[in-house]
C-alpha cells in the first residue's frame, strides 16, 4: 500500500459568537464546491492588520462586531513602572550605601596568598 498524503483545511469565522467553520480535503476544486454548496463561504473575506495579525469574516456583521469590540486594535505591550519621586531618591541612597560596604569588605578582609 503506498503513502498518500492528504490534507485538510478548516477555515471558522472569526466573528463574536459566530459558529461558521468548515473543514474539508484539501483537493484541486474544494474551493469552488464550498463556495456553491455554502451561502456563507461565498461572502467570505480575510482581514490582516498593522501588526500582522490575521483575521477571517463570513459577512458584513461578524467584521463589525470584531471591530466594535476592538480585535483589530494593536496589542498594547507591557511596560515596567520605574518608581519616581522621593521613592527613587532612597533606592538610589541605599545602594550606594551597599556599594560602600561591599568596597570596606573587600579592603578589609583576609589578604588571599597566591597559590594556595
Avoid at 471558522?12 to 468548515?22: L, Y
Avoid at 471591530?67 to 496589542?75: D, F, I, Y
Avoid at 518608581?83 to 588571599?112: C, D, F, M, S, W
Wanted: with cysteine.
Amino acid at each position: 500500500m503506498p503513502i498518500v498524503p492528504v490534507a485538510y483545511k478548516t477555515i471558522s469565522c472569526d466573528g463574536p459568537s459566530c459558529t461558521n467553520s468548515i473543514t474539508f480535503l484539501e483537493e484541486k476544486d474544494a474551493m469552488q464546491k464550498l463556495n456553491n454548496d455554502l451561502p456563507w463561504f461565498k461572502t467570505l473575506r480575510m482581514v490582516q492588520n498593522s501588526s500582522g495579525r490575521n483575521f477571517v469574516y463570513c459577512s458584513d456583521t461578524c467584521e463589525l462586531g470584531n471591530v466594535a469590540a476592538g480585535a483589530h486594535n494593536p496589542e498594547e505591550r507591557k511596560q515596567i513602572v520605574l518608581p519616581t519621586g522621593a521613592n527613587t531618591q532612597q533606592l538610589a541612597a541605599a545602594e550606594a550605601q551597599r556599594q560602600i560596604e561591599i568596597n570596606k569588605a573587600l579592603h578589609n578582609g583576609p589578604a588571599v596568598v597566591a597559590g594556595s
